[in-house]
Structures are given as C-alpha cells and as structure tokens.
C-alpha cells in the first residue's frame, strides 16, 4: 500500500502562481514515477506532468513552460510548481504514484481554482 497526501490547492488569480505538493508512504521501495492529474467539472481526468524515480520530467503542451515539476526523494516528495496561472487550469488535482507490475495509487485531490 502507499499513501499519497496532496496539499497547496487553492483560488488565485489568473496570472498567479500556486505549488502542490504530495508526499508519498508507505511500499514506496517500487516506485517508478509520480504525476500530476486533473479532472475539470464535466471532463475526463487528464495527464498534467510526471516525473519518473530518476527525475525525468514529462508535461502535456498545455502546461508546458508554465508548471514545473519536480521530485525530493529523501523527503518522498513531488512538487508540482504553476505559474501563469488561467482560469482553464481549474480542476481539481490529484497525484498519482505508479509501482512496478502496473500498480497505481492516486491521492484524495485538491482543488485548484483560477479566477478571471
């Protein structure tokens, strides 16, 4: 089992900036990778960015340029840092941990919005 605790959501304005975080417990020892998901009202949950175990880093367009994200290992966290910030980055966002074998646990979410 791992356990994944995300905070940093929040309401900015459109141009801010915010920080996620999701510190990850429990069988972390088959990590692969951990990422960022977002799930807006009336959408299916999409990809934001991943990270594998050896810091790669992997973003869909949209937020290319504008999040970064990053990983410290001795702390077992992720970071999911946003600038620019716009009102269509709304949604609520979870963190995702993938394991060996396909294993995949998410966080419980938290909820970013952006006002115009």
């Known amino acids: 089992q791992v356990q994944l605790v995300e905070s940093g959501g929040g309401l900015v304005q459109a141009g801010g900036s915010l920080r996620l975080s999701c510190a990850a417990s429990g069988r972390i020892d088959s990590l692969k990778a951990m990422g960022w998901y977002r799930q807006a009202p009336g959408k299916q949950r999409e990809l934001v960015a991943t990270?594998?175990?050896?810091?790669?880093?992997n973003y869909v367009d949209v937020v290319r340029g504008r999040f970064t994200i990053s990983r410290d290992n001795g702390k077992n966290t992720v970071y999911l840092q946003m600038n620019s910030l716009k009102p269509e980055d709304t949604a609520v966002y979870y963190c995702?941990?993938?394991?060996?074998?396909?294993?995949?646990?998410w966080g419980q979410g938290t909820q970013v919005t952006v006002s115009s």
């Open positions: 990270i594998t175990i050896d810091g790669r880093p």
């Open positions: 995702r941990a993938d394991l060996t074998l396909g294993v995949v646990y």
